[in-house]
C-alpha cells in the first residue's frame, strides 16, 4: 500500500489543474456561499423583524447552533481523513450531504405557520442545528480536496480562487435575485424586507440551486479521485486516540497563529453579517432595490478578487499579501460610517450617497474576498508542515478547525450584535424610517470600535504565521526523501 500511495501523491502533485477542473471544484461552493448569506444577513432580519422572535433568542438558538457544530467539525474533519472507500475520502460525504442540506435550508425559511413569535423559538433551534451540521459534513471535505488536488504553493491560491469566487458570488447573485424579485413591497407590505412570500419562495429556490451545486462540484471532481492520497491503515478507533490524533496535528506555532486570526476576524464577521442590513438599510437609509444593487456588486468583487489574489500571492508571498490586503479590507467601510457620524458624509437620500457607497463596497468586498482567499490557502500549506512531524497527512482535521473557530465564536459575535441593538435601544418591528436619529447615532458609534478592534487583533496574529514558499518546498523537500 506504501508504494501505491507514493505513485498515488506523485501522480497527484504532477498533474495539470486546468481552469475547466477548477471551475468544477470553485462551483461547490455555490451552496456554501448561498447558505452562508442567508444565515448570515437574513436570518436575524427573518425572525426577529418578520417573524416576530425577541432578538436575544434568534442570537441564542444561533448561538447554540453554532456552538454543536462547532464540535462535530474536528470529528467530520478526522472522519474524512480516515474513510475508506472506492470513491475515495472526500466524495462520499460530498454526495451523501446533497439532499438533506437543500431540505433542511428550505425548511428554515418556511416555518409552519402554525407557530408565531417566540413560539418559533424551538424550531428555529433545532433547524438551525440540523441544517448546519449538514452543510458541514460537505464543506468540509470539499474544502480539504485542495489540498490533495496539488501541492503547488501558488497553484493552491489559484485553485482557491475559484472556490471564493464562486462561493461569493453564488450568495450575492441570490441575494440580488432574492431582494430584487421576491422580497419586494406589495399593495399591503410597504417594505419588501417584511415580504413573508418572498421569503418562503427564496427558501425554495435555494434550496433548489444547494443540491446542484453540490452535485455538480461531485460529479465534476469525481475524476481526481484515482489520484488523490490513500487514508492511512485502518486503526482501532476510540475518542481518546481521535484527539490525541487531532491535537498532535495541530499543535505548531503557525497553526495558532491562523487558529487566534480566525477567532477574531470570526467574531468581526459575526457582528458586521448580523448587522449588515441594519447598517445599510437603516444606518444608510439604503432601499431593497440599492440593497440588491450592492449585493450585485459583490459578483464584480468576487471577479477583481479573482484576477488580483493569484498575482500578489505570487509577487509578495501568502502571509505579507495577507496582512497588507487584510489592513484596508477591513477599515475601509467602518471609515464611512465614522464620517457620517461626524457629519462628514452625504446625508441619506442625497443622490451622491448610493454610488459613493457602492464604488466603495466593491473595492472594500474585493479585498476581504482577496485575503480570505489568501488565508485559507495559508491553510492548505499547513497540510505538508503537520506531515513532516506527525507522518500523517489531516487536510479535514485542519480545515475542519478554522470552521470550528469560526463557528464557535461567530455565534458570540451575533450575539454582540443583537446586544449592540439592545444597547442602542433600537426599535423592533419598525420601518427605516422610523427610526429615531439617536439610535441611529448610537448603532454606528457601538458598532465600529467593535468591528475595527477585533479585525485590527486577527491582523496582529497572523503576522506570527512561519510558512512561506522556502518554507513550503523544504517541507515537499523532507517528505519527497522519505518516499511520501
Known amino acids: 500500500q506504501r508504494h501505491q500511495q507514493g505513485t498515488r501523491e506523485k501522480s497527484m502533485t504532477s498533474v495539470k489543474v486546468s481552469p475547466l477542473n477548477k471551475i468544477a471544484y470553485g462551483i461547490g461552493s455555490v451552496a456554501f456561499g448561498i447558505f452562508g448569506a442567508g444565515f448570515d444577513y437574513f436570518f436575524l432580519l427573518f425572525?426577529?423583524?418578520?417573524?416576530?422572535?425577541?432578538?436575544?433568542?434568534?442570537?441564542?438558538?444561533?448561538?447554540?447552533?453554532?456552538?454543536?457544530?462547532?464540535f462535530s467539525d474536528p470529528l467530520i474533519g478526522y472522519f474524512s481523513d480516515n474513510t475508506h472507500h472506492r470513491w475515495g475520502r472526500r466524495h462520499p460525504f460530498m454526495y451523501a450531504a446533497a439532499i438533506p442540506v437543500a431540505l433542511s435550508y428550505f425548511f428554515v425559511w418556511n416555518p409552519p405557520a402554525s407557530l408565531s413569535g417566540n413560539d418559533l423559538f424551538p424550531y428555529i433551534l433545532v433547524l438551525a442545528i440540523v441544517v448546519r451540521?449538514?452543510?458541514?459534513?460537505?464543506?468540509?471535505?470539499?474544502?480539504?480536496?485542495?489540498?490533495?488536488i496539488t501541492d503547488d504553493y501558488d497553484e493552491r491560491t489559484s485553485i482557491l480562487s475559484y472556490r471564493f469566487f464562486f462561493g461569493w458570488a453564488g450568495g450575492t447573485l441570490m441575494g440580488f435575485y432574492?431582494?430584487?424579485?421576491?422580497?419586494?413591497?406589495?399593495?399591503?407590505?410597504?417594505?419588501?424586507?417584511?415580504?413573508?412570500?418572498?421569503?418562503?419562495?427564496?427558501?425554495?429556490?435555494?434550496?433548489?440551486?444547494?443540491?446542484?451545486?453540490?452535485?455538480?462540484?461531485?460529479?465534476?471532481?469525481?475524476?481526481?479521485?484515482?489520484?488523490?492520497?490513500?487514508?492511512?491503515?485502518?486503526?482501532?478507533?476510540?475518542?481518546?486516540?481521535?484527539?490525541?490524533?487531532?491535537?498532535?496535528?495541530?499543535?505548531?506555532?503557525?497553526?495558532?497563529?491562523?487558529?487566534?486570526?480566525?477567532l477574531f476576524g470570526a467574531i468581526g464577521?459575526?457582528?458586521?453579517?448580523?448587522?449588515?442590513?441594519?447598517?445599510?438599510?437603516?444606518?444608510?437609509?439604503?432601499?431593497?432595490?440599492?440593497?440588491?444593487?450592492?449585493?450585485?456588486?459583490?459578483?464584480?468583487?468576487?471577479?477583481?478578487?479573482?484576477?488580483?489574489?493569484?498575482?500578489?500571492?505570487?509577487?509578495?508571498?501568502?502571509?505579507?499579501?495577507?496582512?497588507?490586503?487584510?489592513?484596508?479590507?477591513?477599515?475601509?467601510?467602518?471609515?464611512?460610517?465614522?464620517?457620517?457620524?461626524?457629519?462628514?458624509?452625504?446625508?441619506?437620500?442625497?443622490?451622491?450617497?448610493?454610488?459613493?457607497?457602492?464604488?466603495?463596497?466593491?473595492i472594500d468586498v474585493s479585498l476581504i474576498i482577496s485575503y480570505q482567499t489568501l488565508a485559507t490557502s495559508m491553510i492548505a500549506d499547513l497540510v505538508e508542515l503537520s506531515e513532516v512531524k506527525t507522518g500523517r497527512r489531516s487536510e479535514g482535521v485542519f480545515f475542519a478547525s478554522m470552521t470550528f473557530v469560526k463557528k464557535f465564536v461567530q455565534g458570540f459575535g451575533v450575539v454582540m450584535a443583537t446586544t449592540i441593538l439592545t444597547i442602542a435601544s433600537f426599535p423592533v418591528a419598525v420601518t427605516p424610517d422610523n427610526v429615531p436619529a439617536d439610535a441611529l447615532f448610537?448603532?454606528?458609534?457601538?458598532?465600529?470600535?467593535?468591528v475595527v478592534t477585533v479585525w485590527m487583533l486577527m491582523i496582529f496574529c497572523i503576522s506570527y504565521y512561519e510558512v512561506n514558499r522556502d518554507k513550503h518546498k523544504a517541507n515537499l523537500n523532507t517528505l519527497g526523501r522519505r518516499g511520501n
Do not use: C
Not at 61 to 70: E, F, G, K, W, Y
Not at 133 to 148: D, F, N
Not at 305 to 311: D, K, Q, R, S, Y
Open 47 to 70: 425572525y426577529s423583524q418578520v417573524m416576530g422572535v425577541d432578538a436575544y433568542l434568534v442570537g441564542l438558538a444561533l448561538l447554540i447552533a453554532l456552538v454543536i457544530d462547532a
Open 133 to 148: 451540521t449538514m452543510i458541514t459534513v460537505y464543506e468540509i471535505p470539499h474544502s480539504a480536496l485542495v489540498a490533495e
Open 178 to 262: 432574492a431582494l430584487t424579485y421576491l422580497l419586494v413591497p406589495t399593495a399591503t407590505i410597504s417594505n419588501g424586507l417584511f415580504n413573508l412570500d418572498g421569503f418562503a419562495q427564496m427558501g425554495l429556490i435555494s434550496s433548489v440551486v444547494i443540491f446542484v451545486a453540490i452535485m455538480v462540484s461531485s460529479i465534476g471532481t469525481h475524476n481526481f479521485i484515482p489520484n488523490l492520497k490513500l487514508p492511512p491503515p485502518k486503526t482501532k478507533i476510540s475518542i481518546t486516540r481521535i484527539y490525541k490524533d487531532i491535537f498532535e496535528t495541530l499543535w505548531n506555532r503557525s497553526f495558532v497563529a491562523l487558529f487566534a486570526a480566525a
Open 269 to 362: 464577521t459575526g457582528v458586521a453579517t448580523g448587522l449588515s442590513h441594519y447598517i445599510n438599510s437603516f444606518f444608510w437609509g439604503f432601499s431593497t432595490v440599492q440593497l440588491g444593487q450592492i449585493s450585485l456588486s459583490v459578483a464584480l468583487s468576487a471577479v477583481i478578487a479573482l484576477i488580483v489574489t493569484p498575482v500578489i500571492s505570487k509577487k509578495f508571498g501568502k502571509k505579507r499579501a495577507a496582512i497588507t490586503v487584510g489592513l484596508f479590507a477591513f477599515t475601509i467601510l467602518p471609515a464611512t460610517i465614522t464620517l457620517r457620524l461626524f457629519g462628514l458624509m452625504p446625508d441619506n437620500g442625497d443622490p451622491r450617497l448610493f454610488p459613493l457607497m457602492l464604488i466603495i463596497t466593491i
Open 442 to 450: 448610537r448603532l454606528g458609534a457601538l458598532y465600529v470600535p467593535t
